[in-house]
Nanobody, 116 residues
Framework: QVQLVESGGGLVQAGGSLRLSCAAS????????MGWYRQAPGKQRELVAL???????NYADSVKGRFTISRDNAKKTVYLQMNPLKPEDTAVYYC??????????WGQGTQVTVSS
């Protein structure tokens, strides 16, 4: 079983910053990709940022230039540095992992709330 443990969410004013962390453990095999999705109330879950083991990254257009994804492969941990935050970034952020067997795993989610 694979576990993804997220941390770092919270309440912040617009213009502020937060750093999310997600540590993976269990029978992962080899990691293809790790990243972050988010879901705001009444909206579908959307990709925020993805980091592939090839080194390539993808960002949603809405966060390009403001968010940075990074990974510590030895710790099987992915980070999301978010700065500056906007009220529209308010959502539950979910950690995502895909392994080399194309199995997908999700974290429990961490709330990010940005006040105006």
């Amino acid at each position: 079983q694979v576990q993804l443990v997220e941390s770092g969410g919270g309440l912040v004013q617009a213009g502020g910053s937060l750093r999310l962390s997600c540590a993976a453990s269990g029978s992962i095999f080899r990691i293809n990709a790790m990243g972050w999705y988010r879901q705001a109330p009444g909206k579908q879950r959307e990709l925020v940022a993805l980091s592939r083991s090839s080194g390539s990254t993808n960002y949603a257009d809405s966060v390009k230039g403001r968010f940075t994804i990074s990974r510590d492969n030895a710790k099987k941990t992915v980070y999301l540095q978010m700065n500056p935050l906007k009220p529209e970034d308010t959502a539950v952020y979910y950690c995502y992992l895909q392994n080399n067997l194309i199995q997908e795993y999700w974290g429990q989610g961490t709330q990010v709330t940005v006040s105006s």
